[in-house]
């Protein structure tokens, strides 16, 4: 299967095979990256196991690690650890969504990206955000994670309270 991928603004393309329980995989990149070097190519065989609902077991080259995935409009939220990363997969063959820009149109929802406690709301219900403006911090695994504004727009509900847990992929907040 081949598949298009972009990954915080950078476009890949991505050669998956199943082999077994494991997938062999090629990530191909053949640009200059935000920090000037040229992205290297990748292969490999990766192991990948859904312990729950969004939720993943990861064995890539020796190292074990979780990811969570949280669907958000035409995209995907992927956390490894505390590091957040925006993903959209095409189908390779599908011309059509190549360089097409993400809908912002309409209202959002920010989603628990893993089980936490919500620390503090950083804005009111009513507010004004701009794109990537802190809007809530949620604590999980003993790291506070401040998650933000996916489009500029207006705070039109707020589902989070100071101090309750969050259960993966629960609705936080709506913007408009």
Avoid: C
Avoid at 98 to 110: C, M, Q, R, S, V
């Amino acid at each position: 299967m081949k598949l298009r991928i972009e990954v915080d603004g950078e476009d890949y393309s991505l050669d998956l095979a199943r082999n077994g329980a494991a997938s062999e995989y090629r990530l191909e990149a053949g640009h200059i990256t935000a920090g000037g070097h040229d992205a290297q190519d990748s292969s490999g065989t990766a192991s990948v196991v859904e312990v729950m609902p969004g939720v993943f077991s990861v064995l890539l080259r020796r190292r074990s690690f979780t990811v969570y995935v949280v669907p958000n409009g035409a995209t995907l939220e992927v956390w490894i650890g505390s590091e957040r990363h925006v993903i959209s997969i095409a189908d390779a063959r599908d011309r059509s969504s190549k360089n097409k820009k993400i809908d912002t149109a309409g209202p959002l929802e920010l989603r628990a990206q893993m089980p936490g406690k919500v620390v503090k709301l950083l804005v009111q219900l009513g507010a004004t955000v701009e794109p990537g403006q802190g809007l809530i911090v949620v604590e999980a695994m003993k790291m506070q994670n401040e998650m933000k504004s996916p489009k500029k727009g207006i705070v039109s509900r707020i589902h989070a309270i100071e101090g309750t847990t969050v259960v993966a992929g629960e609705a936080l907040m709506v913007v408009e």
